[in-house]
């Protein structure tokens, strides 16, 4: 079997783009041409669709994830200043060659793809759906990362009931002592820590729920 190629999700396109160094290199180059400050400044519809443009224009082009899904495992990168990663890693086979979609664990996004993978079941040929969702809030417009997956008729694999609800409950339990101290110079550290919760109790569903239905894949 050749090997996987990796696709990651670029966040400031809200697209897959396969990792490879050609890829890295034209995306660089665009993000000179749109300048760092606007690059980091997050996603934008306008300035995702000239981005997409730009990208054409050195032969990248997004990809679309679909096939099926062989495994699933975790892994954690290290950086150059000694920073760990977690990564959800995804391996699919397509009609051409076989896929790694690697995403971020602490990733909105990949709490969405890890819960809809409880629908999944070894066989089923899918499609992830990367979409946004535009919210307003104190007069200021944000989107946020979505991601469906679909089956080939075009339905949304649905996602189980009250995981965000259980997920929140396990974070405010594990934040009450530091929340009781009424302390406003906690609120990053109780917000970092609620936040890591919540990965975590969506890591625990992917070891348990969902990697094992696959590991025979």
């Not at 602490?106 to 979409?131: N, R």
């Not at 339905?155 to 101290?181: F, G, H, I, Y």
Request: some cysteine; glycine content about 6%; hydrophobic content about 40%.
């Amino acid at each position: 079997m050749s090997k996987a190629t990796m696709v990651i999700f670029n966040p400031v396109i809200g697209r897959f783009l396969p990792r490879t160094q050609a890829v890295t290199d034209a995306v660089r180059d665009v993000m000179r041409i749109v300048g760092e400050d606007e690059w980091k400044a997050g996603f934008r519809p306008d300035k995702a669709k000239r981005i997409i443009q730009l990208l054409a224009e050195r032969s990248v082009h997004p990809v679309e994830v679909t096939g099926v899904i062989r495994r699933i495992n975790e892994d954690t990168t290290t950086d150059g200043k000694g920073n760990e990663y977690k990564k959800v890693r995804i391996f699919l086979d397509d009609a051409l060659d076989p896929l790694m979609v690697s995403l971020e664990a602490s990733d909105e996004i990949t709490l969405f793809v890890i819960q809809a993978l409880t629908g999944v079941e070894p066989g089923e040929t899918i499609t992830f759906s990367p979409w946004y969702e535009r919210v307003e809030r104190n007069g200021r417009v944000y989107f946020n990362h979505r991601c469906a997956l679909k089956r080939p008729d075009g339905v949304n694999v649905p996602l189980p009931q009250n995981v965000w609800k259980n997920a929140q409950a396990e974070a405010d339990k594990v934040t009450a002592s530091l929340r009781a101290q009424n302390q406003p110079s906690l609120r990053s550290a109780i917000n970092a820590l609620s936040d890591a919760t919540k990965v975590e109790f969506h890591l625990q569903m992917l070891r348990t729920l969902i990697a094992p239905k696959f590991s025979g894949a």
